[in-house]
């Protein structure tokens, strides 16, 4: 839990904290906003313009042909019940747009390229472009020295080293035999021009990625049509042929029942002319023979001729009957079956084989619609037509068995005719011929003119078939409207865009750190109280500020120091501190030395003790020796008066650090160091130990016992956030206490740490990094 809290912490913005970040990293929005500008600026000035053009079609939706076939005869062959997704599937499918493309043979483009902008010619060119022989593709550049002669070349670049042609005559350019001519008198000799060759296939293909259909409310089955083209000319022409061939290609689709009705009915009607002209002929001749002769037939007699040819109509019906199944069959077992009529156009119903017939009519325009959309060997197209041919097989058996039914009773029919005939038989030769010839004529004309009376209804149908498509609003100059780019938006995107990429890197920055920037940094990561802060100033050379001028800020800055340990250590008359921090370089040194240099200044005498037996260099700043300290003392090597140095400053001694001995800790933890802070509280007033950093070894720890108060050193944007975080642990764990933080060498501008002033001027030696590092010779300041 208390992980998740921390983490949520971290990832808070202290909006005060950012705007310093941002104001520190102001060249990074600066650099943002200007580039934005630029990259704005070339794309209003070099982007072609765009230009969106619309027309509206009118679709009739699933049901609205319903009862169309009610008002004439023959109109059920081509009522169409499409749905209008489909339709619209339908409009983008590859086979319409080819068939759009193939109109408006836009096989070769002109183009025109300026210093800004490359301008597409169209409908016009300056020159023309024949093709007399090879497989024309790919982009060609020119360049006209005058209306007569060119240079041409597959790269623009190298335009001016290709050969000089002539016009109106033939050259040969990459596997490709051409002609230019009918150029223009008035061509730029300035701009160079090209020209692309594209197939039908590819315009096609680009039909389909450039064409945006949406309807228009939901209530209604208009559709818009749309395309935005850098050439709105050409988007007129391509919406005005997509919307005439998609208009002609639904007329097609709805006369193919109509169109197979007809072709059936001529194909019966050809060979029933034949029989019946030669009936004709036999009844005329028949008439002449027998013209002076006047044929009577008795009241009996013509019963059975009646009842005869009641019975031989019967027979004409099944007839047609079993060719309908016979063509049904044949059809059907064709692999061009695309529709068939109804039983009901030839005179008779039969509602199994016609529903049969319809589901099969469905699915086939299914399919032709789904092979817009999928590839020739798409799973879901070998699904639909392997579900089709099973349909076809079961309407192919259901159409012999009724085909056999038919033939059983066309038999039957001719078995009782044969009875009739045989009563009519009785009857005088003459009266039987005639009464035979004209029965059979009269059954082929009747037969005739029932099929010609089917053709007439399909013929009605096809020329009455109305298009399931209206165009509402054909594609002009005043349904074009201009797109972009729009100078506002792209400016305000680019700014927008400049502006919140640098403020993202920034707040990347204000996360990613890790170092101590500022007071909220503190809060978060420590409780450890905060007892003042040392601001930062360059070119300083010596850690010895305090003393040169006790009217400074950075006196004060120490005076607020010290009145806050008085607080911490409840008024002790004498005081000993130890000042730590984490790593080298954080001015741990420094402040020892000013701090000591307040409490010298304020009259109390004052001792520091270099207890980095380590890395002893406290000395130097002062001009002493280190031949004896510390380390000598400890190894009973000298006395206490030995090692006290005296200082250039009033009340202020010193005890360096001395040789550096190889066991430290050890001697720290010896009682000869007991003994020198017995000594040491008897003769000096405030005592200020100089500690190795406390990251780095124990040896801080080790001296913390002879200590009233602890400093603890952070330096500005340099210690790291998980060294304070370690120091507070021990802070919570009460290993340290009485512990107070310094923040040395704090940047002005953001300076927000400290009590009453808060300001100074941070300096110290750099360890740099590495504790054990080799010894810096040249003295430097902590934040450079």
Do not use: C
Not at 732 to 760: C, E, I, P, W
Not at 771 to 784: A, I, L, N, P, R
Request: hydrophobic share 40%; aromatic share 10%.
């Amino acid at each position: 839990m208390k992980d998740n809290l921390s983490i949520n912490s971290n990832l808070q913005v202290d909006p005060r904290v950012f705007l310093r970040y941002i104001l520190r990293y102001w060249y990074l929005i600066l650099i943002g906003l200007v580039g934005s500008l630029l990259y704005a600026y070339y794309q209003v000035r070099y982007s072609p313009s765009l230009y969106s053009t619309n027309s509206r079609m009118l679709v009739k939706d699933e049901y609205s042909s319903w009862g169309q076939e009610y008002f004439l005869p023959g109109m059920e062959l081509v009522s169409g019940r499409n749905r209008l997704i489909n339709e619209i599937g339908i409009i983008k499918s590859f086979p319409l747009m080819s068939q759009v493309a193939n109109s408006l043979k836009w096989d070769i483009s002109y183009f025109k390229i300026g210093n800004i902008k490359v301008t597409e010619q169209y409908p016009s060119s300056e020159f023309k472009v024949n093709v007399i022989n090879g497989n024309p593709k790919g982009i060609f550049f020119l360049k006209f020295v005058d209306s007569e002669r060119f240079y041409i070349s597959s790269t623009r670049d190298s335009l001016s080293h290709s050969v000089l042609h002539h016009i109106d005559q033939p050259f040969s350019i990459k596997d490709l035999s051409l002609i230019i001519n009918q150029v223009n008198s008035k061509i730029s000799l300035d701009d160079d021009y090209s020209f692309s060759f594209q197939s039908a296939d590819a315009w096609a293909r680009f039909f389909q990625s450039s064409l945006t259909i949406n309807v228009e409310n939901q209530e209604s089955s208009i559709l818009v049509l749309s395309e935005t083209n850098q050439t709105p000319n050409k988007s007129i022409d391509f919406l005005n042929a997509l919307m005439n061939t998609y208009i002609q290609w639904s007329r097609d689709q709805n006369n193919q029942i109509a169109s197979n009705t007809i072709a059936f009915v001529d194909e019966q009607l050809r060979g029933i002319a034949d029989s019946l002209v030669k009936t004709e002929f036999s009844l005329e001749q028949f008439h002449k023979k027998n013209f002076s002769e006047r044929i009577f037939i008795s009241e009996e007699e013509g019963s059975n001729i009646q009842e005869v040819m009641r019975l031989e109509d019967q027979l004409t019906q099944r007839s047609i009957q079993k060719e309908f199944y016979r063509a049904l069959i044949k059809t059907l077992k064709s692999n061009s079956y695309t529709a068939f009529p109804s039983s009901v156009v030839f005179g008779f119903n039969d509602n199994n084989t016609d529903q049969l017939i319809s589901r099969i009519h469905v699915m086939v325009e299914e399919l032709n619609q789904e092979s817009y959309r999928y590839m020739k060997g798409s799973e879901i197209l070998e699904r639909k037509q392997a579900e089709l041919n099973a349909q076809k097989e079961e309407l192919v058996e259901v159409a012999r068995i009724n085909k056999v039914k038919v033939e059983e009773l066309i038999d039957s029919l001719k078995g009782v005719i044969k009875l009739e005939e045989e009563k009519v038989l009785r009857i005088p030769r003459e009266q039987r011929e005639y009464f035979n010839l004209r029965r059979e004529n009269k059954i082929l004309s009747d037969l005739y003119t029932f099929l010609l009376n089917k053709r007439s209804e399909a013929s009605i149908a096809q020329a009455s078939n109305i298009p399931k498509a209206h165009i509402l609003d054909y594609a002009n100059e005043y349904r074009v409207a201009y797109v972009g780019p729009k100078k506002t938006s792209i400016y305000l995107g680019s700014v927008f865009i400049g502006l919140t990429i640098p403020v993202l890197v920034i707040l990347i920055l204000y996360f990613s750190n890790t170092k101590i920037v500022d007071a909220t940094d503190i809060e978060k990561v420590t409780q450890i109280p905060l007892l003042g802060s040392v601001a930062f100033k360059k070119g300083l050379n010596s850690n010895i500020v305090v003393s040169g001028n006790l009217k400074s800020i950075v006196a004060e800055s120490y005076r607020s120091i010290r009145t806050n340990l008085n607080f911490m250590t409840e008024g002790k008359e004498k005081i000993k501190v130890l000042v730590t921090s984490s790593i080298s370089g954080e001015g741990k040194t420094f402040t020892s030395i000013n701090l000591a240099s307040i409490y010298a200044a304020s009259g109390k005498k004052t001792i520091i003790i270099g207890a980095d037996l380590r890395k002893p260099k406290i000395f130097d700043d002062f001009g002493l020796k280190n031949s004896i300290g510390l380390s000598t003392y400890l190894i009973k090597k000298a006395n206490l008066g030995e090692v006290i140095q005296q200082t250039k400053i009033e009340n202020l001694d010193l005890i360096s650090a001395g040789p550096i001995p190889p066991n430290p800790a050890e001697l720290i933890e010896s009682k000869r160091m007991d003994l020198l802070f017995a000594d040491l509280e008897k003769i000096y007033d405030a005592i200020i130990i100089d500690s190795p950093p406390l990251g780095l070894v124990t040896d801080a720890l080790l001296l913390k016992k002879y200590a009233d108060a602890g400093v603890y050193i952070v330096r500005h944007n340099y210690t790291k956030k998980a060294h304070l975080k370690s120091v507070n642990q021990l802070y919570q764990d009460r290993v340290l206490t009485n512990m107070g933080l310094v923040v040395n060498a704090v940047q002005q501008k953001t300076n927000s740490y400290g009590y009453g002033y808060g300001y100074g001027y941070g300096y110290g030696y750099g360890y740099g990094y590495g504790y054990y590092s080799e010894d810096v010779k040249k003295k430097e300041t902590f934040f450079k």
